[in-house]
């Protein structure tokens, strides 16, 4: 089956500076990969996707990029602010609504 | 529209008992996913549903089980509980695949 491995686990960063966290699978069917974002205590939350018929996708201060060949995808967010404070979880579906996921990034922006 | 709704939210259950948790799908959505999140394990796929047929199954025992109506909400079933199925149970709706919207999450202890 499909295995995701999400790096890092934890990423401090100053608020301003950008972030990226990254996420390499296992399965090359694997054609959608999105990114949610959990804050403590509420549910996951969609805040980008991308197909694998593409490499860049951006919406504002988010962006990711995926590597079919590499076989890796990443998430990066600039001006950070504290209220984008939260654990991103990463994940790769093969198999239609059968998303496997990686093991989440805690980020923590310092104002 | 509203969002995805899980019941109940809190649950307390006892070894050996059984539980079902119950989800409501975005309007229009036909396919409800299921996930169960614990601090070790993360976020793993228990099973999927599409007009009433289950067509994706995770690596869950035979305990676990679920189904769909034909308004799609869903509910998921687990029996005989065990200690280390305390987790948060969380359902997923989308419309034809892929973009997959969570609900709040039904929180299980079980003592």
């Known amino acids: 089956g499909e295995n995701v491995e999400q790096h890092p686990s934890t990423l401090s960063v100053q608020e301003g500076d950008s972030a990226v966290i990254k996420c390499t699978y296992s399965d090359s069917a694997s054609n959608y990969f999105p990114w949610y974002k959990q804050e403590l205590g509420k549910r996951p939350q969609l805040i980008i996707d991308?197909?694998?018929?593409?490499g860049e996708k951006k919406d504002q201060r988010i962006a990711v990029t995926l590597n079919k060949t590499a076989k890796h995808f990443s998430l990066h967010i600039t001006e950070t602010q504290p209220e984008d404070s939260a654990v991103y979880f990463c994940a790769a579906d093969n198999a239609g609504n059968m998303l496997t996921f990686g093991g989440g990034t805690r980020l923590m922006v310092k104002p | 529209k509203a969002g995805v709704t899980q019941t109940p939210r809190y649950l307390i259950k006892t070894r050996g008992q059984q539980v079902t948790l119950s989800c409501s799908p975005i309007?229009?959505?036909?396919?409800v996913s299921w996930y169960q999140q614990t601090p070790g394990q993360g976020l793993q796929f228990l099973f999927e549903y599409f007009s009433e047929t289950q067509r994706n199954k995770g690596n869950f025992p035979g305990r676990f089980s679920g189904r769909q109506f034909s308004n799609s909400r869903s509910e998921m079933n687990v029996s005989t509980l065990e200690l280390g199925d305390s987790a948060l149970y969380l359902c997923a709706s989308s419309f034809v695949g892929l973009e997959q919207y969570f609900g709040p999450g039904t929180r299980l202890t079980v003592t």
């Open positions: 991308i197909r694998s018929n593409v």
């Open positions: 309007s229009g959505h036909r396919s």
